[in-house]
């Protein structure tokens, strides 16, 4: 998104690193609201205002397309008839304006737990308790796919079977192997 607001890679580049920060953003995730974050992160950077304004309402744009293989296999999930449901860290107020235009992907998960709503972030033990409890599992029960291996490893702490997410075939493989889905 931002990109195209940039003369150049390096102001690009120092905009991320500096202004809008991974860790500035995780606030999200955390649950502060992006009115409060913004607020502040502008009253520190009032020469890049416009462009902080611009993230929240804008944050769906910041956001790739599906992980090559993925919907497939949610979709072949759901068809064999197994139960989805998802952690995400995720701001609340972001995923509720995010979630319709992806609702053809999401909208097969019986519940997900929004880490921004619920104030938990992962890898916090927290929410994956909260997560089991919600959705009526016990940790042996459920399967937890992630990219970031501390997050498989937080899961694996409450007895989930964890998975370190490395590119859907190799997922889809380790489904097979649990018995998950057919071979």
């Not at 997922?171 to 889905?181: I, N």
Request: net charge negative; glycine share 10%; charged share 20%.
């Amino acid at each position: 998104m931002y990109e195209r607001l940039f003369e150049n890679e390096q102001a690009l580049d120092a905009f991320l690193s500096q202004v809008v920060t991974k860790e500035w953003h995780f606030q999200h995730d955390a649950g502060r609201p992006f009115a409060e974050t913004s607020a502040e992160l502008s009253a520190l950077y009032p020469e890049h205002a416009d462009k902080i304004a611009l993230w929240g309402p804008q944050f769906g744009d910041q956001l790739g397309p599906p992980i090559p293989g993925m919907a497939e296999l949610v979709e072949e999930l759901d068809s064999a008839g197994v139960p989805l449901f998802g952690i995400t860290n995720f701001s609340g107020e972001f995923w509720r304006a995010w979630m319709p235009q992806v609702d053809w992907l999401f909208g097969r998960f019986q519940d997900i737990v929004v880490s921004g709503d619920e104030k938990l972030v992962k890898p916090d033990p927290a929410i994956y308790a909260l997560a089991l409890e919600r959705f009526g599992l016990q940790g042996p029960d459920a399967v937890f796919v992630d990219d970031l291996p501390v997050n498989v490893e937080a899961a694996r702490g409450q007895g989930i079977h964890g998975v370190v997410f490395t590119g859907a075939e190799a997922f889809r493989a380790e489904l097979v192997r649990l018995g998950v889905l057919a071979g």
